[in-house]
């Protein structure tokens, strides 16, 4: 029982000590609060729309725009029967979306049609933001490479269209 209070008075000491804390009784000052040094990305840094990391905008690949208006076209069609609709989204979309995208009822899309094909507007070698005007509003479409062809990741509104 002794052997066991001790191992976890060490434990409990040990993981204080990892944490920084410090103990009243010993007099030393608990530690400060500091933030970290404010990082500013070189210039030709874009911020990722996540707000996580900022991604290195290359040259866009037109495939990743094509890719985007085909999807838009087929998912823009809320007059399709549900079935057929998921039918036709589905070889797009990256497979967590495309099981999603099951759940949707077409008739609650609010576009029917592409107005403006896609355009980039940041990109990685595999990763791209694509705008496409629709008669709903442009909708900024993700798309990754899964190293042979590009696949829709995820469409929404982009965010300044939203304020």
């Avoid at 900022?54 to 809320?78: G, I, K, L, N, Y």
């Avoid at 070889?91 to 609650?108: E, Q, S």
């Avoid at 629709?134 to 965010?159: F, I, K, N």
Wanted: net charge positive.
């Amino acid at each position: 029982m002794t052997r066991t209070r001790s191992r976890g008075t060490l434990l409990v000491a040990a993981m204080l000590l990892a944490a920084g804390c410090t103990s009243r009784t010993t007099g030393a000052p608990a530690p400060q609060a500091s933030s970290p040094p404010a990082v500013t990305p070189p210039a030709d840094m874009l911020p990722d729309p996540d707000g996580v990391l900022p991604t290195r905008s290359t040259a866009a690949d037109p495939a990743a725009a094509a890719t985007a208006t085909r999807f838009v076209a087929r998912w823009a069609r809320p007059d399709l029967p549900a079935a057929q609709w998921r039918a036709d989204v589905r070889p797009y979309a990256v497979p967590g979306y495309a099981d999603l995208l099951d759940t949707v009822d077409p008739a609650n899309v609010p576009a029917t049609r592409v107005t403006t094909p896609g355009r980039v507007v940041t990109a990685t070698p595999d990763r791209a933001e694509v705008d496409v005007g629709t008669d709903a509003g442009v909708l900024r479409v993700v798309c990754v490479s899964d190293g042979q062809r590009w696949l829709v990741a995820t469409l929404g509104m982009p965010e300044v269209a939203r304020r």
